[in-house]
């Protein structure tokens, strides 16, 4: 269970420091502090994800350890949250495929047998359920705005549609958790989240992508090219300053 854990873990870590990036340079000042606001809800479940990993895998890791001292191949998130922010759209478009899926993830979760994830679980969607309004609307504010908006909007849909498979992948890992009724798998999901946010996209005037090719590998530690500097600017303070402490 701890690499699942670990995977769950490394998404929200990754997509809030992603989400960090836009401090100080979002559209408005109110996107500033939504945005900033989700990120913190994202770390706050990778502290809690990763330091349950770290526990289970017998390492004694703690959240900081796994967060900061971790080279870019041990990370397991999937690729859609590593993706460049690019313009506000490809932000909304990221964040409407991860909040559906974690809203329904996490649900799932809320109801596994191990009681303190079935209690992060009940906790955490009620975050994303959030997070998911605020990229909902919008998708819809962009597409259905200027032809610019939905222009960027449409761009945007079919830049992070080859990423969201992999975020329903089951693996014999996950397999074998499911089985065990230890985890929920998400690969059941897929279908509930399509439409979903069929409906918003179709409620924006516009019209989810039929992708030619599936990014997969970052569950397995291979990530794309500009998941390096990310994980550098992450990590930067722990690696200048080893044993340093606020």
């Not at 945005?35 to 349950?52: E, M, Q, T, W």
């Not at 191990?114 to 955490?124: K, V």
């Not at 992708?211 to 997969?216: E, F, G, I």
């Amino acid at each position: 269970m701890a690499l699942h854990l670990l995977r769950l873990g490394d998404d929200a870590l990754v997509l809030g420091q992603r989400l960090c990036q836009w401090i100080t340079r979002a559209p408005t000042v109110d996107e500033d502090l939504a945005l900033s606001n989700i990120a913190l809800d994202l770390i706050g479940h990778a502290r809690a994800l990763l330091a349950r990993a770290g526990r289970l895998d017998g390492t004694g890791r703690t959240e900081d350890d796994l967060a900061y001292t971790r080279p870019e191949r041990r990370f397991t998130n999937a690729l859609l949250t590593e993706l460049p922010n690019g313009d506000f759209a490809t932000t909304v478009a990221r964040q409407l495929a991860y909040s559906h899926y974690a809203v329904l993830y996490y649900e799932a979760l809320a109801h596994c047998a191990d009681p303190e994830l079935a209690a992060f679980g009940a906790r955490a969607r009620k975050e994303v359920a959030f997070h998911r309004l605020h990229a909902d609307r919008w998708t819809v504010t962009l597409g259905r705005g200027t032809e610019e908006s939905a222009r960027r909007m449409r761009h945007a849909l079919e830049r992070v549609w080859p990423y969201t498979g992999e975020l329903f992948e089951e693996d014999e890992v996950l397999r074998r958790l499911a089985a065990s009724g230890t985890v929920p798998s998400p690969a059941p999901l897929r279908e509930a989240w399509l439409h979903r946010v069929t409906g918003v996209v179709t409620g924006a005037g516009l019209t989810v992508p039929t992708p030619t090719w599936t990014a997969r590998g970052g569950r397995s530690g291979l990530h794309t090219e500009e998941f390096g500097p990310l994980i550098a600017e992450l990590q930067s303070v722990r690696r200048q300053f080893p044993g340093g402490t606020w």
